[in-house]
């Protein structure tokens, strides 16, 4: 059988849906969370499951389970039969989450595992492939119909899909046609981004020779810091024009990257522009966070999601061993070219001492951020990135970033909104919403919030110090 391991109660949702999917496809598979799918009563003993009747061990990595004791014992004891039975590929990662892979468990180290970042059902779909190359049996008591009898017999009627179109907020910003674009060519090539000083309004991205601006050659030169870099001016082209006008596939991708590499460029230097600092993460990219005085008491106020007047703290603190932890929303942006001209902004948090100077550890920085947001559910996440982007709109609504003199890129601060023929009824969601608010305790209050305020069960996990890394005083 398949074996799903996974971090219990952080990852059950993602699991069941895996667990339910892959015995719909005629697998037998084994959880913690669908004893008796198919009859398997003899799986009572881990231990013994693993050593004795599995064929795959399925790991579904996330940021809890890389640190969960019962899921990592359960890795060591899968690695262990691996190597005595000399198995191949017996350890199968499933990677669910933002977690680096450099960050995976020791154990994990060398492993090519399946992504389901980009989306379960792309992830499932590598998946199946995978075992289907591999000639994993199949068994017969595991069907469509022994998934709709389990579900049926453990969950109910009143869970699940229902036959209702329901609107989703996404966290896609559309941008208007930008102007034309140059790709400009140097004399020299130079490796990596040319470097404009802090405040120019001329974003460049570089790709060997060519350099890519909104910016003709002469203003370019005038705000380049790399005075041996001579430009060769170049026509301009219709931005997305430029895109569909490539010879074939893999020159449309290229194109596209470039131009998104460069608009996302002109984000950055507007939220400098703007006074944000920047945060660095992983691939080069960068995110905005918000400082103490950025406005009055830290909190923006914009219309909220069904169009009613709401605010939302961008700053606050919790109360630690140490004195108080401040957390920071922070913000960044990937541009996407298909189906639409888009800003997709991702939502992060980030922790200082002052209310301004983040912390420069990342093993620091990750533990308060999985502390002080384990109770941020979608609204929370939602609402805050519907706070910034409306706080970077002018007077009349409209996002502008400057890209050359005179010349701005425009984007809707409203979020691209999707409909689905069908809704889901998240049992869990209704029972949250049944609970009484609890008190604000040390969380600095926030009025119209909604937020589940936690409990100060995280104060030693903030004060333990990670390897190599000194404790506070």
Not at 47 to 61: D, M, P, S, W
Not at 98 to 104: E, N, Q, R, W
Not at 247 to 276: Q, T, V, Y
Not at 366 to 384: E, G, I, L, T
Request: glycine share 6%; aromatic share 10%.
């Amino acid at each position: 059988m398949l074996f799903l391991s996974h971090a219990n109660p952080e990852d059950n949702e993602f699991t069941l849906w895996l667990a339910l999917q892959l015995a719909n496809e005629g697998y037998p598979v084994w959880c913690d969370l669908t004893k008796l799918l198919g009859g398997e009563r003899f799986w009572t003993n881990i231990e013994k499951a693993i050593r004795g009747r599995t064929i795959k061990f399925l790991y579904v990595l996330s940021t809890t389970s890389n640190e969960k004791v019962g899921a990592r014992q359960e890795l060591q004891l899968a690695q262990s039969v691996e190597r005595t039975e000399k198995f191949s590929d017996f350890i199968l990662p499933l990677h669910i989450d933002t977690l680096p892979f450099s960050d995976a468990n020791i154990l994990l180290q060398g492993i090519i595992g399946i992504s389901f970042k980009a989306g379960w059902q792309i992830g499932l779909a590598s998946l199946l492939r995978k075992l289907d190359e591999e000639k994993i049996p199949k068994k017969a008591g595991f069907n469509p119909a022994t998934v709709a009898d389990w579900w049926r017999s453990n969950c109910g009627p009143d869970q699940g899909i229902r036959d209702e179109s329901e609107d989703y907020t996404s966290n896609w910003f559309q941008v208007s046609e930008p102007p034309r674009v140059y790709v400009h060519s140097l004399k020299r090539s130079e490796i990596g981004l040319i470097e404009v000083p802090a405040g120019s309004p001329v974003p460049a991205y570089q790709d060997g020779i060519s350099l890519f601006s909104f910016a003709q050659a002469t203003e370019l030169e005038r705000h380049l810091q790399k005075s041996d870099i001579s430009i060769a001016q170049s026509d301009d082209f219709s931005f997305l024009d430029y895109i569909a006008q490539a010879p074939d596939d893999r020159a449309r991708r290229k194109r596209e990257s470039c131009l998104c590499n460069l608009l996302r460029i002109a984000w950055e230097h507007s939220m400098a522009l703007r006074g944000l600092p920047q945060h660095a993460l992983a691939n080069r990219a960068s995110c905005s966070y918000f400082v103490d005085g950025f406005a009055s008491n830290n909190t923006i106020r914009f219309q909220g999601v069904f169009g009613k007047p709401a605010e939302r703290a961008m700053i606050g603190f919790k109360t630690v061993r140490n004195g108080k932890r401040y957390w920071h929303f922070a913000f960044s942006c990937r541009v996407i070219c298909r189906p639409m001209l888009a800003c997709v902004v991702r939502a992060h948090v980030v922790f200082s001492d002052d209310a301004k100077t983040l912390w420069s550890s990342a093993s620091r920085l990750h533990r308060a951020r999985r502390s002080q947001c384990k109770n941020w559910w979608n609204p929370v996440w939602r609402d805050r990135v519907l706070a910034a982007v409306s706080w970077l709109a002018d007077t009349d609504g409209i996002i502008r970033l400057p890209v050359a003199d005179g010349l701005c890129v425009e984007a809707c601060p409203k979020p691209v909104r999707f409909r689905s023929p069908v809704s889901y009824l998240d049992p869990q969601a209704e029972a949250d919403s049944a609970l009484p608010p609890e008190p604000a305790g040390d969380e600095e209050f926030e009025p119209f919030q909604l937020d589940q305020m936690e409990d100060d069960d995280d104060e030693d996990e903030d004060a333990t110090p990670a390897d190599g890394e000194e404790a506070e005083g």
